[in-house]
């Protein structure tokens, strides 16, 4: 998932959509859906996410915003994989929604929603609302591509580029949410014995 330049243009906003466009290599710049969500949790994660350092994720402690009891929407909605770069669930409205456990990450979940609405534009052509929903606080926001928020996905999309071209990861900077974060030990576990 290492990143590359490619394009006639340097922004990575054009780079991503070249890609996506003409069918990226598997080196290309792509931004995925949990990528735009880490930018805005820890600049860090994400760093290490794109350098493929994986961690058992089937350990309940470390799966921070995945695992949500979906019942209340499962019937409504199916899945679609877009160039196996973004996942998203369609309600029978014709609604991309995001499904999180909690509002505690409030904005990088409304980021990755309308990244998923911006692609959807950018890419497939095709123009979507969207609807964030936690369930269990029973709580459901729409959410709207607006050019403001067109903007900030781009801008997101630059920050992700130059964070995913760093040679080093960004240091590590104490968070609520640290201790169930999959990264933890990295960052917090001395290798010193
Ligand atoms: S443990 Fe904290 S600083 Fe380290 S990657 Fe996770 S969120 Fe970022």
Not at 4 to 18: A, F, H, I, R, Y
Not at 129 to 147: F, Q, S
Not at 156 to 163: E, L, M, Q, S, T
Request: hydrophobic residues 35%; proline residues 4%.
């Amino acid at each position: 998932m290492t990143p590359s330049k490619t394009g006639s243009s340097d922004d990575p906003v054009d780079v991503l959509l070249e890609n996506a466009r003409d069918g990226a290599s598997s080196d290309g710049f792509r931004v995925t859906g949990v990528m735009m969500q880490y930018y805005f949790v820890c600049e860090r994660e994400l760093w290490f996410l794109s350098r493929d350092v994986q961690i058992d994720r089937s350990n309940a402690n470390i799966v921070r915003g995945t695992q949500v009891d979906e019942k209340s929407f499962e019937r409504k909605k199916r899945s679609y994989s877009v160039d196996g770069t973004i996942s998203i669930d369609m309600l029978d409205d014709g609604k991309v929604v995001e499904v999180k456990p909690s509002s505690k990450l409030k904005k990088a979940s409304e980021m990755q929603l309308l990244y998923y609405l911006w692609y959807l534009k950018h890419v497939v052509g095709e123009e979507r609302e969207g609807v964030l929903a936690h369930p269990t606080e029973k709580d459901r926001e729409d959410v709207e591509l607006t050019k403001e928020a067109e903007a900030e996905v781009e801008e997101a999309i630059r920050g992700i580029y130059d964070v995913v071209n760093m040679e080093e990861p960004p240091p590590a900077e104490e968070k609520p949410f640290c201790d169930s974060c999959a990264y933890h030990d990295f960052c917090w576990i001395s290798m010193e014995r």
